[in-house]
């Protein structure tokens, strides 16, 4: 009777249904892509779009303007009126090609104006370069340092004393040696430029490398290289981000300091260095030949490095909630 | 403890060694020599057998070999025997000769100098006499007969470190008349404080105080770190950046060493402190002035030297940067997302990526125009005024660099469960933030503080370059641009000692701040 009374409320309560088999096998969690999740952060702010679409466009004058303005520093060498004209009088000076000219000229006659879109194409190049060259060997061996213990005692060493020898004088006997075109200067920066980034991320696979579940995984006997690519690197995306975002400013940066003390790149390659340095002697006097370089590098450096630290905070999974 | 101190500093001689060695390499081997000609006028106007002539005096005065003209032997040889005007002589000339003809080897003093250097380990090398058709000698042409010590990298090192430190006692002065030999404390006279004096050493103070910076000094160590070729001819690197760059005598009233004690002053610039022995006879008039014969002294000089320069313009801007740098980076933290942090994120985006030249030269622009204070450090008709602008654009960067990191480390902090735990203790905002956050969080601040210290040693490039400070920061890039070795083997040991040094003392002062931390490999985690 009671037994009775309460299967009826159940009845009334709940229904039987069959086992479904497909739907026993599908996961419920919602569909989660790491880099759409990383996307979907980094557009979410709305500077970073503008950014974007600034970094796009100087990207593509830096590469596509030299095409149509061949920069030629020399041009105007024999005519010492040209030197040092006011944007002004350069127009006056010159009559035609307003374009090319309204930005004055340099101390040898040079345009101001297609020389800065030169320039800005070799720091970009070099930066692009250096970072690629530098970020795959430093990760790679760096990966490989901080894992087996052994190979980490002999790169200490190696690394104590690479790392004390001033870099200036690397570069510069470098630029002695092997001359001071773009390759020549892409692999002076090169050579021990991927031993500080390897530092940094062998202590960061350091820290990762005895954490549980990579622990684990060595236990079911996932063989070391397995381990380095698959538990530890994707764990370093946002590490690896930043880095870059520091990395390539950096090398603009670098670019400009080295030509400022005398071992940049070889005169016959425009850089925004160079122009920098031949603009710092009268800063004051020729304002217009300075500024156009330092701020076209600036604007460059600011835009890698705002959008490589927010592409950094967006690659870190815990942002992602 | 002990034994970890020791492990790590033997460790750090060893790195330096290599160093040196690596360096040594580099600026001997690796380079070319023929680059110090490049721009070289008189090698250009040399030809034949002279241009070779001058190559090699040009490598041994570099450094790069010990070189040795036969004519040179002659001269010291016939010297000897003849003494001034040994020039005039004839068996000088017959032998002076005798290279330029046939059958120089027949000659006895030329067997005489093959023989020596030959036996020394020397490489001879003979440049016979370039002639005209008609007998006459070419220009350029005459003959040589030299002598030539490439040294190995090995060698160097073992020479430089040879003669890397030299200690003073008292048994160094070899003079019968001196009698007492000790080393000893004793009131020093002209400081009024104590000093260390020596007979018998080389200098009479060895170690003393007085107003001038570091205001301790001492002649007991000499320190050769190397020895400029071209730039400063000849000079050590150590008296080069230890001695002040403006070279005006600065008189005091003082006293005598005999006088002392009596109201006999004078106004003099000779620097007391710098007494050594004088292993020659005294005149009378220094039998009056000193008691002893440690009577060769050196002047004060007025004016900062090239170390005091950047040290004093780079410890002021770190000070002004930890002291603005600190607390903004605990603002930004507190307020995180707001205003003040999202205005802080701007200057250290701009200082971190922005060219440090950019804006060096737009705050040079700015100070110059707007405060009209001197631009270039020479033409400064007030000099303490030219120090401003280098001291504020150094100090920009250190500001943004500082803000970072406690900004970083605050944040990182503020998520702990101690800080959770505080809050449910009821404890005040301040008093977290104060006592709990900024302590943890300064821990990584406090290793970074001998860095910065010791840095301020090194000098800035840029800035020093920018206003024209006469500081050391620009003395790498000078050094590689004139090829003077010497100076370059010099600074990278300065650099590597500070740097190593910096680490080990920043590594002591973390332990000391944070009891957590133990530097012994035995206790702790770490493995």
């Not at chain 1, 790679?140 to 104590?160: C, E, P, Q, T």
């Not at chain 2, 000698?137 to 030299?146: A, D, F, S, V």
């Not at chain 2, 008709?381 to 280098?390: C, M, N, R």
């Not at chain 2, 650099?495 to 002062?509: A, E, H, K, R």
Request: charged fraction near 15%.
């Amino acid at each position: 009777m009671n037994n009775n009374t309460s299967n009826l409320q159940n009845a009334e309560l709940f229904r039987f249904i069959d086992r479904d088999e497909i739907a026993s096998e599908k996961i419920t969690a919602p569909r989660y892509s790491y880099w759409r999740s990383v996307f979907r952060m980094f557009f979410k702010k709305k500077i970073n779009i503008v950014m974007i679409i600034l970094l796009v466009l100087l990207f593509l004058a830096a590469f596509l303007l030299p095409i149509f303005w061949p920069y030629d520093p020399y041009e105007n060498v024999l005519d010492a009126k040209t030197y040092n004209l006011k944007p002004s009088e350069a127009i006056t000076y010159f009559g035609s090609n307003g374009i090319k000219w309204c930005l004055g000229t340099g101390q040898l006659g040079n345009s101001i104006m297609y020389g800065i879109w030169s320039s800005a194409r070799t720091s970009l190049l070099l930066a692009v370069t250096c970072a690629a060259i530098n970020m795959t060997i430093g990760i790679i061996i760096g990966a490989v340092w901080g894992y087996s213990k052994r190979f980490d005692a002999v790169m200490l060493v190696i690394f104590n004393i690479v790392a004390n020898v001033p870099d200036i004088l690397l570069l510069s006997v470098l630029v002695y040696i092997i001359g001071s075109g773009f390759w020549p200067f892409v692999f002076a920066l090169t050579i021990t430029g991927w031993l500080g980034i390897a530092y940094f991320i062998r202590t960061q696979v350091m820290i990762i490398r005895d954490r549980e579940y990579s622990l684990a995984s060595r236990c079911l006997g996932t063989p070391i290289n397995r381990v380095v690519s698959k538990n530890i690197l994707p764990y370093l995306i946002s590490v690896i981000v930043t880095l870059l975002a520091t990395n390539l400013p950096g090398y603009i940066n670098s670019e400009v300091f080295l030509s400022f003390i005398g071992i940049g790149l070889s005169a016959s390659v425009p850089s925004l260095g160079r122009m920098i340095q031949q603009g710092q002697t009268a800063f004051l006097t020729y304002p217009w030949a300075f500024w156009p370089p330092v701020i076209i590098a600036s604007i460059l450096t600011i835009l890698l490095y705002f959008l490589g630290q927010n592409l950094a905070d967006a690659s870190d999974p815990r942002t992602h909630m | 403890m002990r034994k970890y101190m020791l492990k790590r500093i033997l460790f750090s001689i060893f790195s330096l060694l290599v160093v040196v060695m690596v360096v040594m390499l580099l600026v001997y081997t690796a380079i070319d020599r023929k680059v110090i000609f490049q721009t070289d006028d008189v090698w250009n106007k040399k030809s034949n057998n002279d241009r070779i002539i001058y190559e090699y005096t040009m490598y041994g005065k570099y450094g790069y070999m010990n070189y040795v003209d036969y004519t040179s032997f002659l001269k010291t040889k016939y010297e000897g025997i003849y003494g001034a005007d040994y020039t005039t002589q004839k068996d000088y000339k017959t032998d002076k000769d005798a290279i330029q003809k046939e059958g120089w080897k027949e000659n006895e003093s030329v067997k005489e100098f093959m023989q020596t250097y030959y036996n020394k380990g020397y490489k001879l090398r003979y440049l016979e006499p370039i002639k005209y058709r008609s007998g006459k000698t070419k220009p350029g042409g005459t003959g040589y007969l030299i002598a030539i010590e490439e040294k190995s990298v090995v060698w160097r090192l073992v020479d430089y470190i040879k003669g890397f430190i030299t200690a003073e006692n008292k048994n160094m002065v070899q003079d019968p008349e001196l009698t007492e030999r000790y080393v000893r404390f004793e009131k020093d006279p002209y400081s009024g404080l104590f000093a260390i004096v020596g007979s018998g050493t080389q200098h009479k103070y060895l170690l003393y105080f007085d107003g001038r910076f570091p205001f301790i000094h001492q002649n007991w160590l000499h320190l050769n770190l190397g020895t400029s070729f071209t730039r400063y001819r000849g000079q050590e690197i150590t008296t080069v950046i230890s001695t002040p760059v403006s070279g005006e005598l600065k008189t005091v009233k003082t006293q005598y060493p005999t006088k002392l004690g009596t109201d006999e002053y004078v106004e003099t610039a000779i620097n007391f402190h710098s007494l050594s022995y004088n292993t020659g006879t005294l005149s009378d008039v220094e039998k009056t002035q000193f008691p002893d014969k440690y009577t060769v002294y050196s002047y004060n000089r007025s004016g900062m030297s090239m170390l005091e320069t950047s040290f004093v313009i780079g410890i002021f801007a770190s000070m002004i940067a930890y002291g603005i740098g600190l607390p903004l980076g605990i603002l930004n933290a507190r307020k995180k997302d707001k205003l003040p942090d999202k205005l802080g994120n701007a200057y250290i985006i701009f200082i971190m990526s922005v060219p440090a030249l950019a804006y060096i030269f737009m705050f040079a622009a700015l100070g110059t125009t707007l405060f009209k204070l001197p631009y270039k450090f020479a033409v400064a008709t007030v000099p303490i005024l030219a120090f401003i602008l280098p001291t504020l654009s150094l100090s920009l960067r250190e500001i943004g660099g500082l803000m970072r990191w406690v900004r970083r480390y605050m944040i990182d902090q503020m998520n702990s469960d101690y800080v959770k735990f505080a809050r449910s203790q009821g404890l005040s905002e301040h008093e977290i933030y104060s006592t709990h956050i900024a302590k943890n969080a300064m821990i990584p601040i406090v290793h970074g503080i001998p860095g910065t210290i010791l840095g301020c040693l090194v000098g800035a490039i840029i800035t020093e370059t920018v206003y024209s400070v006469p500081g050391v920061g620009r003395l790498l890039t000078q050094a590689i641009n004139t090829h003077d070795n010497g100076v370059i083997v010099a600074v990278t040991v300065f650099y590597t000692t500070l740097s190593i040094l910096s680490q080990i003392l920043g590594d002591l002062l973390m332990a000391k701040y944070d009891p957590r931390i133990s530097l012994n490999a035995d206790k702790g985690g770490g493995r």
